[in-house]
């Protein structure tokens, strides 16, 4: 009997949208350049998934089963900046675990509220 591979994923962005990223990541000192940007607003060229696949990138089954359902682990979106075009496109990996923090927002208002996180 054939054993069917399932992929049940929906990223939260795709080719073409336009998307606002915490780059670059972290609280830098620098002054000037991109290191000095809050954020970067680019176009996503191109989404790749990463699975949940063994060390050597194979899935191995050890029972019999007719349906194997593989997860997702990591989305990386390669990024093309749209303000700045003496910048280079960039990768940004998300994780897809639950508590992992977001790293591409769909518009400044969310990248702000982010960083930026009004006490209750």
């Known amino acids: ?3 069917r591979v399932r992929l049940d994923f929906t990223a939260p962005f795709t080719v073409g949208d336009t998307v606002y990223s915490t780059y670059p990541p972290g609280n830098n000192d620098h002054t000037g350049g991109p290191a000095s940007y ?4 680019g176009k996503i060229s191109s989404v790749k998934f990463e699975l949940d696949l063994s060390h050597d990138n ?4 050890h029972e019999p089963l007719t349906e194997k359902q593989l997860n997702v682990e990591v989305v990386v979106y390669t990024v093309i900046p749209l303000r ?3 910048l280079s496109a960039f990768t940004v ?3 897809t675990q639950s508590g992992s923090h977001p790293k591409l ?3 400044e ?3 702000r509220a982010y960083q930026h ?3 209750s």
Do not use: G, Q, T
Request: net charge negative; glycine share 0%; charged share 25%.
């Open 109 to 111: 208002e969310e990248l």
């Open 38 to 41: 809050d954020f970067i607003k």
């Open 58 to 61: 194979s899935c191995l089954i």
């Open 84 to 86: 700045d075009y003496h």
């Open 117 to 119: 996180p009004v006490a």
């Open 93 to 95: 990996e998300c994780h």
């Open 105 to 107: 927002f769909a518009s």
């Open 1 to 3: 009997m054939p054993i």
